[in-house]
Nanobody, 116 residues
Framework: QVQLVESGGGLVQPGGSLRLSCAAS????????MRWHRQAPGKERELVAT????????YYADSVKGRSTISRDNVKNTVYLQMNSLKPDDTAVYYC?????????WGQGTQVTVSS
């Protein structure tokens, strides 16, 4: 069974940092392209970051480029999203996703709130 469990969210001050984790089971993350999405109230769901399976190439939305890093730990089978210089606009529920076997899989999400 494919399972994705996000963690690491919470309340953080503007300018602060947060590391989100996505613990995967039922597949090996290094064999699949992994993505982070976010959903904020009143906004469309946004693709935040991508890491590919072959070379581990990374891609970022303009809104987080330069202050966010997606990575994976193949031993722990976990994908991370390191976010620095956080802004109130980063407030959202963050989801880890994978497309596998013709199906999109989503985790339950973790809430990030950036506020003073």
């Amino acid at each position: 069974q494919v399972q994705l469990v996000e963690s690491g969210g919470g309340l953080v001050q503007p300018g602060g940092s947060l590391r989100l984790s996505c613990a995967a089971s039922g597949f090996t993350v290094r064999d699949y392209t992994m993505r982070w999405h976010r959903q904020a109230p009143g906004k469309e769901r946004e693709l935040v970051a991508t890491i590919t399976s072959i070379f581990g190439s990374t891609y970022y939305a303009d809104s987080v480029k330069g202050r966010s890093t997606i990575s994976r730990d193949n031993v722990k089978n976990t994908v991370y999203l390191q976010m620095n210089s956080l802004k109130p606009d980063d407030t959202a529920v963050y989801y880890c996703t994978v497309f596998r076997g013709g199906t999109n899989y989503w985790g339950q999400g973790t809430q990030v709130t950036v506020s003073s």
